[in-house]
């Protein structure tokens, strides 16, 4: 049989060079690492520097490297490990050793977008509530929650003020709700500018966007924007979360 048409297809320079530096990271480069600016490094490896950052970009994507700022590109520790479970529901928001924690609320309208899932009127204001979440002692997520003031009736009797006392007041009341059930989609994205800074990102940086439907009565309760870092973060799903393949040349394993 003659060679199908993917088969001749010639590997993209950039995706050769992408497997290059991959072993260079494991052999020549300790995690933390500050790499060497870009001109040294395309002389190094004979390229052109456009043909470099496409590899690099690629690298970052597969969480290898890290871009910080005012420091440079760095070696990127092992991605951790962060559960997205069915089972998970954390909207106490009140310790300071819980995984998400408020940022900030704000009561206004939505985006149009967000106004369609949730099913209310298109002038009608919304709680939104600001979180990150932390691993490791990193943030590693920004979160947009936005809840409808129907779903919180009590709020009314709760501090009125706004930031953190007033985005624990709707989490609270979302608590109480006795969620029937959720639905969830993750797709790749860049980071916005806001989202950026919260995570000590460049604003277009690859992340893991996870929109969460949470629903009661048949209705939308409730719908969480999180944007996860995607150099950083394995995100797990399900219940347990044991599932585990190792990158990076090593053994892949599954508990």
């Not at 950083?232 to 347990?240: A, M, P, Y």
Request: hydrophobic letters at 40%; glycine letters at 10%.
């Amino acid at each position: 049989m003659g060679t199908t048409q993917l088969e001749s297809v010639q590997e993209p320079k950039y995706w050769h060079l992408k497997t290059v530096l991959s072993q260079a990271l494991d052999s020549d480069f300790a995690v933390g690492e500050i790499l060497p600016n870009e001109r040294e490094l395309a002389a190094r490896f004979g390229v052109a520097r456009a043909t470099l950052r496409q590899a690099l970009e690629q690298l970052e994507l597969e969480g290898r490297l890290q871009r910080r700022r005012g420091v440079g590109t760095t070696v990127a520790p092992p991605r951790v490990g962060v559960a997205v479970s069915t089972a998970q529901r954390d909207w106490s928001g009140s310790g300071a050793g819980e995984a998400w924690q408020p940022v900030g609320c704000a009561t206004q309208v939505a985006p149009a977008a967000v106004v369609a899932v949730l099913g209310v009127d298109a002038d009608e204001p919304v709680h939104i509530v600001r979180r990150t979440r932390v691993a490791q002692g990193q943030a590693v997520a920004a979160e947009l929650l936005y809840v409808p003031s129907s779903s919180v009736p009590g709020l009314s009797a709760i501090d009125a003020s706004a930031g953190p006392a007033r985005a624990r007041g709707v989490l609270r009341e979302l608590h109480r709700l006795g969620l029937d059930g959720q639905d969830r989609s993750v797709e790749l994205g860049s980071a916005r500018a806001d989202d950026a800074k919260e995570l000590d990102r460049l604003p277009g940086a690859p992340v893991l966007v996870v929109t969460t439907r949470y629903l009661v009565g048949g209705g939308t309760a409730a719908l969480s924007v999180a944007t996860y870092r995607a150099d950083t973060c394995r995100l797990t799903f399900g219940d347990s979360g044991d599932l585990e393949i190792s990158h990076h040349g090593q053994e892949q394993r599954a508990s």
